[in-house]
């Protein structure tokens, strides 16, 4: 059995939120099923669209909750429970204010640092210790400009370096799902574009 059996992309559904710097969790679920040639279906049991994914032999299952970020964890609750997923076979993809365009972090459990999505799961799933990999969206400078920040597309020089930081932990994610983790961590944070 994969050490990770679900991946989860946290973003806002609709044509409006897709370039936003919020939906970076949905940018990086979205590659990752093209990669793995697969597309997403409506499940509105799980509120979610989602998607089957083979990485490195091992299969697990794509998901982007269309509840909107501050109820993430009403669909990741439903879908974990329905296929008896456990928290530590969860990996959570979000947007992170606190790293630069270009950054990206695999971690386990920790606290939601104010994001909503992240606030949600903990609450659904009863735990933080969840596996999260966090794209670095850079700060706004203010804690004032945060929504606007986040719910706005970024520049043209930032997009690119999260798409690179984004294809960088796209190239580690068959060690993640394997439960390599040590070894995916020392890929991903010593590379910088």
Known sequence: MPAIQL???LGN?????????HNAGFWFVDELARRCRQS?????RFQSEVAPCMLGGNECRLQKPMTFMNRS????????????????????VHDDLDLPPGTIRLKKGG??????GLRDLINHLGSRD???????????????????????????EDRRQIDQAVYDALDVM????????????????????
């Open 7 to 9: 991946i989860v992309g």
């Open 40 to 44: 997403f279906r409506t499940e509105r």
């Open 130 to 156: 969840f596996y999260r990999l966090r794209v670095g969206i850079g700060h706004p400078g203010h804690r004032d400009q945060v929504v606007d920040y986040v719910l706005r597309k970024p520049s043209k």
């Open 111 to 116: 606290g939601h640092g104010g994001h909503n």
């Open 73 to 92: 964890g009403q669909a990741v609750g439903a879908l974990a429970r329905f296929f008896r997923i456990p928290l530590q076979h969860i990996l959570v």
């Open 13 to 21: 559904p609709g044509p409006e939120y897709e370039p936003t710097r």
């Open 174 to 193: 068959p060690d993640v799902v394997e439960g390599k983790f040590e070894l995916a961590m020392n890929s991903l944070h010593v590379r910088k574009c």
